[in-house]
């Protein structure tokens, strides 16, 4: 059995293979190679294309994720509902309504303060790719109108061609002045903007020039992310941002510098170049000097995210976590998705979601039953609907209040813009003539909603954010109707509990109860 699929093709590199339905499970190769074939498979094309394969394409307009079909995913597990009582709310029908469950949820400060969401969301870091580039200020609009957390990624000062530096750190940069002010103007005082840094980020100085400068309150240590275990990556398309990023310390290849590239590149041997970042080198020490700099720096909120490494780096992020006493700790899951990472890495590394929440959930109650402090956590790889959030935040109980979600919104953001210009020029697509030919509040459900919100800025609003609340709004009926079936009223009542496994294998790897066992002792005590 293979859990890739189509290991030798995929529509992420543009590959497919010449014989569609007959090929070796095991190398994923046609079963006959046939000499002559133009190449069409990932083999074929990397034989004339080399390490552009590596990326999924088209760089900067898309988003990818793996498709690996792991042994266990959130699928395996089932929502339990009850027809008895109510936690978080009177067990009165009339009251016991779906819409009566209280979805907000807080991200809890070192000295009392707290950062209040509307919804258990956070947007988990949108760096310097060009596709989140393009949507941010659609993204974050519609993250501070439905009062979530977001996260500006890393690189996007390094990034910046208009960025001034004064003894090697940042002093001005207008990109992320631009990133923050898009969350900000919109704010409703629920929600948050935090700032994340990698090791160039570090080096810069971003976090302190966004916390000294621009007003921010969060800030968000990064370790790794679920979809890679290297550093952030984009591409460049021309020798003169080549020559810059590399003057600023970052990895670019081929060297640009090297006079042999400049002339391959000038006669069009290649058109892109390759920039990279750096991986981080953690300590205990190192980590707790950050925290300490960071607070000193002005910092009310600090975050930590760390990918899908190995347990014991998981375990060390816990600790840290809890010896720092830092607000959020984001773990994402192998699987995820990304703007851009190598294809096979996102594929074939990493541990995935289930899995890592899994070993989460075991690491946070060590600590607990040792009365340690345990920061608010987010869990992130994968997430999209309402079930999906529901299980996230059942499984990780009682420590995961917040769902890390970043291609879904991202979508959200392209739809809702693609389809708002679409309107505001008066061609309504035929997919949503069917909903009105005329306004905005005729094709999207919730945009009278939003400018009821607005009032006379409902003009200004970048139009994608519309589509970002409209599809949080989406998610957030279809939570409290789950919830509301699982008689849980508010984020903290829920519980492991509320659901089975599918499996017995699920139900080893997660601890929760399988299916045929659940509830076994009530159930003898009902019928005793």
């Known amino acids: 059995m293979s859990f890739s699929k189509g290991i030798n093709a995929s529509a992420a590199t543009k590959t497919r293979l010449r014989t569609k339905d007959s090929y070796c499970p095991y190398?994923?190769?046609?079963?006959?190679?046939?000499?002559?074939?133009?190449?069409?498979?990932?083999?074929?094309?990397?034989?004339?294309?080399?390490?552009?394969?590596?990326?999924?394409?088209?760089?900067?307009?898309?988003?990818?994720?793996?498709?690996?079909?792991?042994?266990?995913?959130?699928?395996?597990?089932?929502?339990?509902?009850?027809?008895?009582?109510a936690h978080g709310i009177e067990a009165d029908s009339d009251?016991?309504?779906?819409?009566?469950?209280?979805?907000?949820?807080?991200?809890?400060?070192?000295?009392?303060?707290?950062?209040?969401?509307?919804?258990?969301?956070?947007?988990?870091?949108?760096?310097?790719?060009?596709?989140?580039?393009?949507?941010?200020?659609?993204?974050?609009?519609?993250?501070?109108?439905?009062?979530?957390?977001?996260?500006?990624?890393?690189?996007?000062?390094?990034?910046?061609?208009?960025?001034?530096?004064?003894?090697?750190?940042?002093?001005?940069?207008?990109?992320?002045?631009?990133?923050?002010?898009?969350?900000?103007?919109?704010?409703?005082?629920?929600?948050?903007?935090?700032?994340?840094?990698?090791?160039?980020?570090?080096?810069?100085?971003?976090?302190?020039?966004a916390l000294e400068k621009l007003g921010v309150e969060a800030v968000e240590i990064k370790w790794g992310q679920g979809a890679k275990d290297i550093g952030g990556e984009v591409k460049l398309n021309s020798l003169e941002r080549a020559l810059e990023l590399y003057a600023r310390g970052y990895i670019v290849l081929p060297n640009p510098t090297d006079p042999t590239v400049q002339m391959a590149f000038k006669n069009k041997e290649f058109d892109e170049f390759e920039r990279h970042s750096r991986i981080g080198m953690v300590s205990e020490e190192g980590?707790?000097?950050?925290?300490?700099?960071?607070?000193?720096?002005?910092?009310?909120?600090?975050?930590?995210?760390?990918?899908?490494?190995?347990?014991?780096?998981?375990?060390?992020?816990?600790?840290?976590?809890?010896?720092?006493?830092i607000d959020l700790l984001t773990v994402d899951g192998a699987g995820g998705g990304t703007g851009m990472s190598p294809w096979r890495m996102m594929n074939e590394w990493g541990i995935p979601t289930v899995y890592i929440q899994s070993l989460l959930v075991q690491y946070l109650d060590k600590l607990a039953s040792k009365g340690r402090h345990i920061p608010n956590i987010a869990i992130a790889g994968g997430f999209t609907l309402e079930d999906h959030l529901f299980k996230g935040l059942a499984l990780g109980a009682p420590y995961t209040n917040i769902i890390g979600m970043a291609r879904s919104p991202l979508t959200a953001a392209m739809v809702g813009k693609n389809i708002g210009e679409s309107v505001k020029a008066g061609k309504i697509p035929a997919?949503?003539?069917?909903?009105?030919?005329?306004?905005?509040?005729?094709?999207?459900?919730?945009?009278?909603?939003?400018?009821?919100?607005?009032?006379?800025?409902?003009?200004?609003?970048?139009?994608?954010?519309?589509?970002?609340?409209?599809?949080?709004?989406?998610?957030?009926?279809?939570?409290?109707?789950?919830?509301?079936?699982?008689?849980?009223?508010?984020?903290q009542s829920l519980a492991r509990t509320d659901l089975v496994a599918l499996t017995k294998e699920a139900a080893e790897i997660s601890g929760i109860a399988y299916i045929m066992d659940c509830d076994q002792k009530e159930v003898d005590d009902i019928l005793s």
């Open 95 to 209: 009251k016991a309504i779906f819409p009566a469950v209280d979805l907000t949820t807080t991200i809890g400060s070192t000295d009392g303060k707290k950062l209040n969401l509307d919804l258990p969301i956070v947007v988990a870091a949108m760096g310097s790719t060009d596709v989140a580039a393009n949507n941010w200020d659609h993204l974050a609009a519609g993250c501070a109108i439905s009062g979530v957390g977001i996260a500006i990624g890393e690189n996007v000062c390094g990034m910046d061609p208009n960025l001034v530096l004064e003894n090697g750190r940042v002093k001005h940069s207008p990109n992320l002045e631009k990133r923050v002010k898009d969350f900000q103007k919109w704010s409703t005082d629920k929600g948050f903007i935090a700032v994340q840094a990698n090791v160039e980020d570090t080096r810069l100085g971003v976090q302190e020039y």
């Open 27 to 85: 190398s994923g190769m046609c079963t006959n190679c046939l000499d002559g074939c133009p190449g069409y498979c990932e083999i074929g094309k990397s034989a004339v294309r080399g390490k552009e394969l590596l990326y999924p394409s088209p760089f900067g307009k898309i988003t990818s994720a793996s498709e690996k079909d792991y042994p266990v995913d959130y699928s395996h597990f089932n929502i339990m509902g009850t027809a008895i009582g």
């Open 287 to 325: 980590f707790m000097s950050r925290v300490e700099e960071l607070r000193n720096a002005g910092a009310k909120y600090i975050f930590l995210k760390t990918g899908a490494y190995r347990p014991a780096d998981l375990a060390r992020a816990v600790k840290y976590a809890s010896e720092a006493k």
């Open 431 to 491: 997919e949503y003539k069917t909903n009105g030919e005329k306004s905005l509040e005729q094709i999207f459900i919730a945009a009278t909603e939003v400018k009821n919100m607005l009032g006379d800025e409902f003009d200004k609003l970048p139009v994608g954010a519309i589509g970002v609340y409209t599809y949080y709004q989406r998610l957030a009926q279809g939570l409290r109707q789950f919830m509301c079936g699982a008689r849980k009223f508010n984020i």
